[in-house]
């Protein structure tokens, strides 16, 4: 699906659907180890997807590279992402990232202190949760 005309790495693999509501693919990058203490992946979400609430025990760093997507802390309003935004999600910091409803979205994610954890996966965001985005 990625119709985007400046796709710069491989689509990847499609997520889990036991942690992603809609369709959305994973490049793994730079992969887990004990040199770098971080896990780098590209990853492409269609229209309306979006991954589960979730923490990163190590903390996150999010670079848009591509559509419009959305960004949500637990408790505060749903943020707006475009290309060239940079997000910095500090370690155990319930959070979920995704597609808007209406374009593609790519960015690149950075999990720091994997040696901590990458990532621990909670419940789904709701159709009613992710439709809360005041334009
Ligand atoms: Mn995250």
């Known amino acids: 699906m990625n119709t985007s005309t400046n796709t710069i790495f491989p689509q990847g693999d499609l997520a889990s659907a036991e942690y992603f509501t809609g369709k959305a693919w994973v490049k793994l990058l730079v992969p887990k180890d004990d040199i770098f203490n971080s896990v780098i992946g590209n990853v492409v979400f269609e229209a309306g997807a979006r991954n589960n609430w979730h923490t990163h025990p190590g903390g996150q760093i ?14 505060k309003p749903i943020q707006l992402l475009k290309k060239g935004d940079v997000v910095t999600i500090p370690p155990d910091l319930v959070h979920w990232h995704g597609a808007s409803p209406d374009s593609d979205f790519t960015h690149i ?19 009613e949760e992710y439709n809360t985005y005041n334009k």
Request: proline share 3%.
């Open 62 to 75: 999010l670079i848009v590279t591509d559509g419009v997507g959305y960004y949500q802390e637990k408790g």
């Open 109 to 127: 994610a950075i999990s720091t202190n994997t040696k901590k954890g990458v990532v621990d996966w909670l419940q789904p965001v709701t159709d």
